[in-house]
């Protein structure tokens, strides 16, 4: 750092000096201008492809996604790095993260600071406070370990010698150490962070305690024995109304003996009678598949009767043959098909489509969270008519 005294006396040395500063600092305005750009562009980049996964769900673009992800983060750093070392002149464009505010349900610690000096160092009088300033900084505090050791006491009688014990304070899974916290921990890791259990265990061994990763495979099929009533009582919930909404997507899955992954299906069937004004608490139930096949929703769905909203997967069809099962079709499924007609060659009829298609989108725009009856209303005298039009259109109207 320079200093005054550092200075050199000499003017043609102190110009150099000068000079060859500002050179200094016009390459890091341009190092951190150029980083500006790209994490601009790879933000655009991302929401682009955002957009383009919530209309087509596709392995290959989550992966791209992330990789950008990960390339945006390390821009990122490599930023904010840079201007904490180097002191920039204040023309510099290197965007700032957005600060929210910090979470008013946290706990609070507060510390206070108070004057080295006991009394005042001019006069020796007491200090008397006239205010304070305060800054809050967000903390963590990392998960530990801790052991739970749980004593009985025995006790005798003095008189008849009888002989009593609290009883043994039931856990989880039987014959196992492991505690609900911890059990819980385990599994959120796993199916909520996408953790799997042989990191978890080199995590812990980072802790001191040694869990090998077929233990936590025991405990995780514990926990799977454990819920199961839970998980049947919701599947239970989930398939007793009349609406359902289904969908599925692919999960990576190891494929054991073979060292790599396959692709499975999770499928999802979400009750939520909200926007009918239905007073039945919504749920999800997640059921596993190791494959895509048909069979697998018509044996999730045999015992459901009503309307189930999904996708155009051929799978479902089947569903809808003897009519205990009404079809809601997808708009978005259908508006797609449409789209990527116009893109590639456009006409009248997938022109007319669209237009349709965006019309009613305007109709459900403008009723979103409306009473129920209001929006069935408003659907009747406005979606309809216009149903009727893009039906007759297309029947009428030869292919393009």
């Given at each position: 750092?320079l200093t005054t005294h550092s200075?050199?006396?000499?003017?043609?040395?102190?110009?150099?000096?000068?000079?060859?500063?500002?050179?200094?600092?016009?390459?890091?305005?341009?190092?951190?201008?150029?980083?500006?750009?790209?994490?601009?562009?790879?933000?655009?980049?991302?929401?682009?492809?955002?957009?383009?996964?919530?209309?087509?769900?596709?392995?290959?673009?989550?992966?791209?996604?992330?990789?950008?992800?990960?390339?945006?983060?390390?821009?990122?750093?490599?930023?904010?790095?840079?201007?904490?070392?180097?002191?920039?002149?204040?023309?510099?464009?290197?965007?700032?993260?957005?600060?929210?505010?910090?979470?008013?349900?946290?706990?609070?610690?507060?510390?206070?600071?108070?004057?080295?000096?006991?009394?005042?160092p001019a006069c020796g009088g007491?200090?008397?406070?006239?205010?304070?300033?305060?800054?809050?900084?967000?903390?963590?505090?990392?998960?530990?370990?801790?052991?739970v050791r749980h004593v009985r006491?025995?006790?005798?009688?003095?008189?008849?010698?009888?002989?009593?014990?609290?009883?043994?304070?039931?856990?989880?899974?039987?014959?196992?150490?492991?505690?609900?916290?911890?059990?819980?921990?385990?599994?959120?890791?796993?199916?909520?962070?996408?953790?799997?259990?042989?990191?978890?265990?080199?995590?812990?061994?980072?802790?001191?305690?040694?869990?090998?990763?077929?233990?936590?495979?025991?405990?995780?099929?514990?926990?799977?024995?454990?819920?199961?009533?839970?998980?049947?009582?919701?599947?239970?919930?989930?398939?007793?109304?009349?609406?359902?909404?289904?969908?599925?997507?692919?999960?990576?899955?190891?494929?054991?003996?073979?060292?790599?992954?396959?692709?499975?299906?999770?499928?999802?069937?979400?009750?939520?009678?909200?926007?009918?004004?239905?007073?039945?608490?919504?749920?999800?139930?997640?059921?596993?598949?190791?494959?895509?096949?048909?069979?697998?929703?018509?044996?999730?769905?045999?015992?459901?009767?009503?309307?189930?909203?999904?996708?155009?997967?051929?799978?479902?069809?089947?569903?809808?043959?003897?009519?205990?099962?009404?079809?809601?079709?997808?708009?978005?499924?259908?508006?797609?098909?449409?789209?990527?007609?116009?893109?590639?060659?456009?006409?009248?009829?997938?022109?007319?489509?669209?237009?349709?298609?965006?019309?009613?989108?305007?109709?459900?725009?403008?009723?979103?969270?409306?009473?129920?009856?209001?929006?069935?209303?408003?659907?009747?005298?406005?979606?309809?008519?216009?149903?009727?039009?893009?039906?007759?259109?297309?029947?009428?109207?030869?292919?393009?």
């Amino acid at each position: 750092m320079l200093t005054t005294h550092s200075l050199p006396d000499n003017i043609d040395a102190l110009k150099a000096l000068v000079l060859s500063m500002a050179a200094e600092v016009q390459q890091w305005q341009e190092s951190v201008s150029s980083r500006t750009h790209e994490i601009e562009r790879l933000t655009l980049l991302i929401a682009k492809l955002r957009r383009m996964l919530f209309g087509r769900r596709s392995e290959k673009l989550v992966r791209q996604i992330e990789q950008l992800q990960l390339e945006l983060e390390e821009l990122q750093a490599d930023e904010a790095e840079t201007l904490s070392v180097t002191a920039l002149p204040a023309t510099t464009t290197a965007r700032r993260p957005t600060r929210k505010p910090l979470p008013p349900h946290l706990p609070r610690q507060v510390l206070i600071h108070q004057p080295e000096a006991p009394a005042c160092p001019a006069c020796g009088g007491d200090w008397h406070p006239i205010g304070e300033d305060s800054a809050e900084v967000l903390e963590y505090v990392p998960a530990s370990f801790r052991v739970v050791r749980h004593v009985r006491p025995k006790y005798t009688c003095s008189c008849c010698e009888g002989m009593s014990q609290a009883a043994a304070p039931s856990r989880p899974i039987a014959r196992r150490f492991a505690g609900p916290g911890l059990l819980a921990h385990v599994l959120m890791s796993k199916f909520g962070d996408h953790l799997p259990l042989y990191r978890q265990s080199q995590i812990y061994q980072r802790e001191g305690v040694e869990l090998d990763d077929a233990t936590l495979a025991d405990w995780v099929g514990g926990c799977s024995r454990l819920l199961r009533p839970l998980t049947d009582t919701l599947r239970q919930h989930v398939l007793s109304g009349d609406k359902l909404h289904a969908d599925d997507t692919p999960v990576p899955v190891l494929a054991l003996g073979r060292g790599k992954t396959k692709t499975g299906r999770l499928w999802t069937y979400v009750r939520d009678d909200r926007p009918s004004g239905g007073k039945a608490p919504p749920a999800v139930w997640f059921a596993y598949s190791p494959d895509r096949q048909g069979l697998h929703p018509r044996a999730h769905l045999k015992s459901f009767k009503g309307v189930l909203q999904a996708d155009a997967y051929a799978g479902f069809n089947e569903l809808y043959q003897d009519g205990t099962i009404v079809e809601a079709a997808c708009w978005a499924h259908v508006r797609r098909k449409f789209h990527d007609l116009h893109t590639s060659r456009a006409c009248d009829l997938t022109r007319e489509a669209l237009e349709q298609i965006g019309a009613l989108y305007d109709i459900e725009t403008a009723i979103r969270g409306s009473p129920p009856e209001r929006r069935r209303a408003v659907r009747q005298e406005h979606s309809k008519p216009r149903l009727a039009i893009l039906h007759d259109w297309l029947t009428t109207q030869r292919r393009c």
